[in-house]
């Protein structure tokens, strides 16, 4: 993985992180079909190019001497895109079928986990320079 790549503008912070290559093997078995006749093959999933971009617009105010960081639901998601995704072991038709699922099981999975990350992050920060007054 890339180091990711932050844009903070007036509009909205932006967080880009580009990964070359993921190769995940769930599932490899080898059996004798005879004597010293052995036969392998495996399951899994490798994926190309895969870009993820979380977008959100925190908002930083200074009231009374305090900060005080909140957070506009819009735009607030993470989005990924896939270069490329092959299912190991399987015809590669099912490969296009399996790309837009994987992408959209990525999408969920990280809205949650990588936004909620930042944003705890991100509080971290404004409390470390402002102080405990403007935490919310």
Same mark, same amino acid.
């Not at 844009?7 to 990964?19: D, E, G, H, R, Y």
């Not at 990525?106 to 809205?111: I, M, P």
């Given at each position: ?31 004798? /079909? ?9 399951? !899994? $999933? #490798?994926?190309?190019?895969? +870009?993820?971009?979380?977008? %959100? ?20 998601? /993470? ?9 190991? !072991? $399987? #015809?590669?038709?099912?490969? +296009?079928?399996?790309?837009? %699922? ?31 007054? !403007?935490?919310?």
């Amino acid at each position: 993985m890339d180091p990711p790549k932050f844009s903070l503008t007036p509009q909205q912070l932006t967080v880009t992180a580009n990964i070359a290559k993921v190769r995940a093997d769930g599932l490899a078995f080898k059996f004798m /079909v005879g004597p010293c006749n052995w036969v392998g093959a495996g399951l !899994g $999933v #490798q994926l190309t190019d895969v +870009k993820v971009v979380y977008k %959100a617009r925190p908002m930083l105010s200074f009231e009374n001497g305090a900060c005080r960081l909140e957070w506009n639901g819009d735009p607030n998601g /993470v989005s990924v895109a896939i270069g490329d995704l092959n299912i190991i !072991g $399987v #015809q590669n038709d099912l490969d +296009k079928l399996a790309k837009d %699922a994987v992408r959209e099981a990525l999408n969920f999975a990280l809205d949650a986990a990588f936004g909620t990350a930042l944003r705890s992050e991100v509080q971290h920060v404004v409390v470390q320079t402002c102080g405990n007054s !403007g935490k919310r």
